[in-house]
C-alpha cells in the first residue's frame, strides 16, 4: 500500500521549454506532498511542501516562479519546471505523508531531468 | 531550520565486519528519525526507522539508536555483505517533511 507513481521517469528537453512532471497517489489520499531534487552523488534537497487545495511552500532559495507546484487534489500533486535551462538538470523526486507525523513517508520512482 | 550532519561520507568495511553510521539534528522537536538507502537512480528504500519515544530498534542485521538528549542516531549493520553496498541516508522530520543529511556511502569488499 501507499504507493506514489511519478512520471516521466526520464525527459529530455531544449533550455527555454517548459517540462512537468506528475506524482499520483495511486491507493491512498496524499493530503501532504513533498517535491526534492537530487544532482549527482548528493543529497535530496527539499524544494517545497504542497497541501492540497492550497499554494505551495517553498524552500528558501527555490524559486517558486521556475518551479510551479499544483496540487489540485487528494491524488495528484504536479511540478513545472519552466523556462529550464541546462543548470535545471537533475533527479526529481516526489514524496508523500502516508499518515499523520510520524508515520512514514512514501517515494515516487524520480524522473530525471536532462535540459539541453 | 534543521540541520542534518551525517558521519562518514564514504565507508569501506570487509564483508562480514560492522558498519557505523551517525547522524546529529538540531531541532529537538523533532521525533521521526528514518534511514533510507538509496541505489543509482533509484528512489529511497526506507530499511529501518525510529521515532522519539525508542531508544534502540532491531532488524535482523540493522539497528538504530536514538540519543535524544545528545540530539544523534545511528544506524548499525553487522555481519555486512556485497550487497549492502549502497548510499545510506538518515532523515530528521522537521515539522512534515524529511530533511536528509548528506548520505554516506559504504562499499562492503569481499
Known amino acids: 500500500g501507499a504507493v506514489v507513481s511519478q512520471h516521466p521517469s526520464w525527459v529530455i528537453c531544449k533550455s527555454g521549454t517548459s517540462v512537468k512532471i506528475e506524482c499520483r497517489s495511486l491507493?491512498?489520499?496524499?493530503?501532504?506532498m513533498f517535491w526534492y531534487r537530487q544532482f549527482p552523488k548528493q543529497s535530496l534537497m527539499l524544494m517545497a511542501t504542497?497541501?492540497?487545495?492550497?499554494?505551495?511552500?517553498?524552500e528558501q532559495g527555490v524559486e517558486k516562479d521556475k518551479f510551479l507546484i499544483n496540487h489540485a487534489s487528494l491524488t495528484l500533486s504536479t511540478l513545472t519546471v519552466t523556462s529550464a535551462h541546462p543548470e535545471d538538470s537533475s533527479f526529481y523526486i516526489c514524496?508523500?505523508?502516508?499518515?499523520?507525523?510520524?508515520?512514514?513517508?512514501?517515494f515516487g520512482s524520480g524522473t530525471r531531468l536532462t535540459v539541453v | 531550520g534543521e540541520n542534518v550532519e551525517q558521519h562518514p561520507s564514504t565507508l569501506s568495511v570487509q564483508e562480514g565486519d560492522s558498519a557505523v553510521i551517525k547522524c546529529t539534528y538540531s531541532d529537538s522537536a523533532s521525533n521521526y528519525f528514518p534511514w533510507y538507502k538509496q541505489e543509482l537512480g533509484k528512489r529511497p528504500q526506507l530499511i529501518i526507522d525510529?521515532?522519539?519515544?525508542?531508544g534502540e530498534k532491531k532488524d535482523q542485521r540493522i539497528a538504530v539508536t536514538l540519543n535524544k538528549t545528545a540530539k544523534h542516531f545511528s544506524l548499525h549493520i553487522t555481519e555486512t555483505q556485497p550487497e549492502d553496498s549502497a548510499v545510506y541516508f538518515c532523515a530528521v522530520e522537521a515539522g512534515t517533511a524529511l530533511i536528509f543529511g548528506k548520505g554516506t556511502t559504504l562499499s562492503v569488499s569481499s
Open positions: 504542497s497541501n492540497e487545495g492550497s499554494k505551495a511552500t517553498y
Open positions: 525510529i521515532r522519539s519515544n525508542v
Open positions: 491507493d491512498f489520499q496524499a493530503t501532504t
Open positions: 514524496s508523500a505523508l502516508i499518515g499523520p507525523s510520524g508515520y512514514g513517508y512514501t
